[in-house]
Every structure is written in structure tokens, then in C-alpha cells.
Nanobody, 115 residues
Framework: QVQLVESGGGLVQAGGSLRLSCATSGTIDNINTMGWYRQAPGKQREFLASISRGGIKNYAVSVSGRFTISRDNAKTTVYLQMNSLKPQDTAVYYC?????????WGQGTLVTVSS
């Protein structure tokens, strides 16, 4: 099994930056793609960015140019660098891993952007 633990959330002023981390453990060799999602109060969870086993990255239009997904060389930690944050970026941010046909989620980390 794969376990995901997010960290790095917090309170930041508009225009600021944060870097989220997603640490993986378990049978990580079976992970195909990892990604970041977020869910704001009263809204559906939305896709932000993903990185494939081969390193191909995809971004949602809403965050392209502001957010960057990356991972360490050991492929055990995935990061989301968030710049130029806006109050509307306030949400719980979740890490996701696709393991075969299964989707594994972390517990989420709260990001609050003040105006």
C-alpha cells in the first residue's frame, strides 16, 4: 500500500508563496502519476497539477504559471511550489497518487491566503 502525508500549508498574505510537500511511503514503485488537488469550502475538489512516472507535468489553467510541481530524485516526495498566491487560492490541498486502478489521497493541508 501507498501512504501520503502532506505538509507545508499555513497562512500567507496575498502575493506570497508557499511550498507544499507530499511524502510517500509504502510500495511507491507502483505509483504511476502523482498530483495535487484542492477543495475550497462549498466547492468541488479540483485538479491543480500532476507529474507522471516519466516526469511529464500537467497543470490546470487556473494555476499555470503560478504553481510548479516537482519531485525529489528518489521520487519519494512531491512538491507544489505556489507563487503569487491569491485569496481565492484558500483551500485544503490534497496530494494524490494513482496506483494501478486505485487513487490514494493524503489527509490534506490547509492553505489560507489573506488579502
Amino acid at each position: 500500500q501507498v501512504q501520503l502525508v502532506e505538509s507545508g500549508g499555513g497562512l500567507v498574505q496575498a502575493g506570497g508563496s508557499l511550498r507544499l510537500s507530499c511524502a510517500t511511503s509504502g510500495t511507491i514503485d507502483n505509483i504511476n502519476t502523482m498530483g495535487w488537488y484542492r477543495q475550497a469550502p462549498g466547492k468541488q475538489r479540483e485538479f491543480l497539477a500532476s507529474i507522471s512516472r516519466g516526469g511529464i507535468k500537467n497543470y490546470a489553467v487556473s494555476v499555470s504559471g503560478r504553481f510548479t510541481i516537482s519531485r525529489d530524485n528518489a521520487k519519494t516526495t512531491v512538491y507544489l511550489q505556489m507563487n503569487s498566491l491569491k485569496p481565492q487560492d484558500t483551500a485544503v490541498y490534497y496530494c494524490n497518487a494513482n496506483v494501478g486502478d486505485l487513487a490514494v489521497w493524503g489527509q490534506g493541508t490547509l492553505v489560507t491566503v489573506s488579502s
